[in-house]
């Protein structure tokens, strides 16, 4: 199975800030990732797929960049709304695998 | 609007069975695949199953294989899993998730609100 590893797990930020979320691949995935987006007790949201595309109605704020193994998820100015935990997932291979989520906390 | 609406989650004792289902509405069902996937509490996703649109073709994760099965009834717009041999490892919120594609490549761009499953004596 493809292992995908989130750094870091959690961070704390401040409202206007740049976050930067990192997901690792443990063999080359090309551009087959996915990002979302959960708040809690709700179901997840998907942010950006193929590694770059931003879904429609996704803020312009949020990017996602990178293939092979090592992929970005940029938040280029952090708003209220965007507390949450982020996930991405592979779709390279079976089985789907997804990240262990990384927790976008208030400073 | 897309909407994908589960039900069926409940309290099952160890051994039980529970099936779920999800009602879709807003997009051609039948040109879709459809999957389950799962989140235990407080953990991360855990991708159960698929089923694609037309052909029926399933996929399922090594943990449930035997126990789980994924079925749909396109004339209802409806996809179901049904869960046998519940242990408490199962415990989790169910999500119906949609698919891109016809043939499913575990390219969800829609969820359904999620139903608790509880494996618990």
């Known amino acids: 199975d493809i292992q995908m590893t989130q750094s870091p797990s959690s961070l704390s930020a401040s409202v206007g800030d740049r976050v930067t979320i990192t997901c690792r691949a443990s063999?080359?995935?090309?551009?087959?990732l996915n990002w979302y987006q959960q708040k809690p007790g709700k179901a997840p949201k998907l942010l950006i797929s193929g590694a770059s595309s931003l879904q429609s109605g996704v803020p312009s704020r949020f990017s996602g960049s990178g293939s092979g193994t090592e992929f970005t998820l940029t938040i280029s100015s952090l708003q209220p709304e965007d507390f949450a935990t982020y996930y991405c997932q592979q779709r390279f291979s079976t089985p789907p695998t997804f990240g262990q989520g990384a927790k976008v906390e208030i400073k | 609007e897309v909407q994908l609406v589960e039900s069926g989650g409940g309290l099952v004792q160890p051994g039980g069975s529970l099936r779920l289902s999800c009602a879709a509405s807003?997009?051609?069902?039948?040109?879709?695949?459809m999957s389950w996937v799962r989140q235990a509490p407080g953990k991360g996703l855990e991708w159960v199953s698929l089923?694609?649109?037309?052909?029926?073709?399933?996929y399922y994760i090594d943990s449930v294989k035997g126990r789980f099965t994924i079925s749909r009834d396109n004339s209802k717009s409806t996809v179901y899993l049904q869960m046998n041999s519940l242990g408490a490892d199962d415990t989790a919120v169910y999500y119906c998730?949609?698919?891109?594609?016809?043939?499913?490549?575990?390219?969800?761009?829609?969820w359904g609100q999620g139903t608790l499953v509880t494996v618990s004596s």
């Open positions: 063999q080359s995935i090309n551009n087959y």
């Open positions: 807003g997009f051609s069902f039948s040109s879709c695949a």
């Open positions: 089923i694609s649109g037309s052909s029926g073709n399933t």
């Open positions: 998730a949609k698919d891109r594609s016809d043939f499913g490549d575990f390219d969800v761009d829609s």
